[in-house]
């Protein structure tokens, strides 16, 4: 299984352009999260989902958007881009049920905002 | 506000032991985690506490104390892949994970 796929990899932007993140599991799992990592701090919510249709905010949702039309895919948007979004983009997923859910996270997406 | 402390660096030998330490203060608590990355890689899941006291896996363990908002993640018989940075996250009382900045381990032969 592929677990978690996300594209692109790498993506150098100039301040303003827009681009789509791609993110991609084939576990089944019904929650679905996008985390930015910046050095020094720890991960954060930007957005998540917690079933096909639906999506709510996290920690840092400003100047993201996302949609989770499919129950297997989860997009993250940035509609103008700013230097202060360079980051490394992790989407990740879970169950969802009751008890400790584990994380399966994506390779990350390097992107920088120029 | 919400908040979750470990080091920033450590440095081991091969062979040796390592335990890195992570205080919380979070809203509620339903459970900690250890996840760890490599350079350039993705978090991996390592160890899930939510009872007090320890939990092994292999040479990994992992201890928690509910009442003093702390956790260890005891390394033995170092390796050096595992020279890797150890994240500690904690689920809060609305089911969110906080996260740490994470522990950077360095193995020296």
């Known amino acids: 299984n592929a677990g978690v796929t996300q594209t692109p990899k790498f993506r150098v932007l100039k301040t303003g352009q827009s681009m789509t993140l791609l993110c991609a599991q084939d576990?089944?799992?019904?929650?679905m999260y996008w985390y930015r990592q910046d050095p020094g701090m720890g991960l954060r919510l930007i957005h998540y989902?917690?079933?096909?249709?639906?999506?709510a905010k996290g920690e840092v949702p400003d100047g993201y958007n996302v949609s989770r039309l499919k129950k297997q895919n989860f997009l993250l948007g940035l509609e103008s881009a700013a230097p202060s979004q360079t980051s490394v983009y992790f989407c990740?997923?879970?169950?969802?049920?009751?008890?400790?859910?584990?994380?399966?996270f994506g390779a990350g997406s390097r992107l920088t905002v120029l | 506000g919400q908040n979750i402390d470990q080091p920033t660096e450590m440095t081991a030998t091969e062979g040796a032991i390592v335990q890195i330490n992570c205080t919380y203060q979070?809203?509620?608590?339903?459970?900690l985690f250890w996840y760890q990355q490599h350079a350039g890689e993705a978090p991996t899941f390592l160890s899930y506490?939510?009872l007090d006291g320890l939990e092994e896996k292999g040479r990994f363990s992992s201890f928690l104390s509910r009442s003093k908002g702390y956790s260890y993640l005891l390394l033995k018989e170092l390796q050096m892949k595992d020279s890797a940075s150890y994240l500690c996250?904690?689920?809060?009382?609305?089911?969110?994970?906080?996260w740490g900045a994470g522990t950077k381990l360095i193995i020296k032969p």
């Open positions: 989902s917690v079933g096909e249709g639906t999506t």
């Open positions: 979070t809203s509620g608590f339903n459970g």
């Open positions: 506490n939510v």
């Open positions: 990740a997923s879970d169950r969802g049920d009751s008890g400790a859910n584990v994380l399966t």
């Open positions: 996250a904690v689920e809060d009382s609305n089911y969110q994970l906080i």
């Open positions: 576990m089944n799992h019904e929650y």
